[in-house]
């Protein structure tokens, strides 16, 4: 916590947080951020527009494709489930790039909360029943 983002003391740590927010079902992209995929694969964009994303909930929107995941259901393709790292860092899209767009992150305080109150530094709270 307190780590400096953009010039932004953010109070939240990525690094133990269980990506949470790759378990967003709309992770919207556009194009800028399917040809940075397209060429970090070597890939066209058109291929990588079709292997990456699908249809979204509105009209011409694209979102990231999921896979099964024990945590969450189903979290972003690029998350390696055993790490829980991006495995695309440095081609992901805007919209990780920017997340959460403030100083502080609800999930990461929500996570720290019921870490502390579990006792469990590596609690995980999920709705997640399999």
Do not use: W
């Not at 194009?31 to 964009?45: E, P, T, W």
């Amino acid at each position: 916590m307190g780590k400096k983002r953009k010039g932004l003391k953010v109070f939240y740590n990525c690094d133990k947080c269980p990506a949470y927010c790759c378990s967003y079902e709309r992770i919207i992209v556009g194009k800028r951020d399917i040809r940075r995929l397209a060429k970090h694969y070597g890939l066209s964009f058109e291929k990588a527009r079709k292997k990456f994303t699908k249809k979204g909930e509105e009209k011409g929107e694209r979102v990231l494709r999921h896979r099964r995941d024990e945590a969450y259901g189903t979290v972003c393709r690029f998350l390696d489930r055993e790490t829980r790292e991006c495995t695309v860092y440095d081609a992901r899209p805007g919209i990780c790039r920017e997340y959460p767009g403030s100083k502080r992150c609800g999930y990461y305080d929500f996570l720290c909360f019921e870490r502390n109150a579990q006792e469990d530094p590596e609690f995980v709270a999920t709705a997640y029943n399999p």
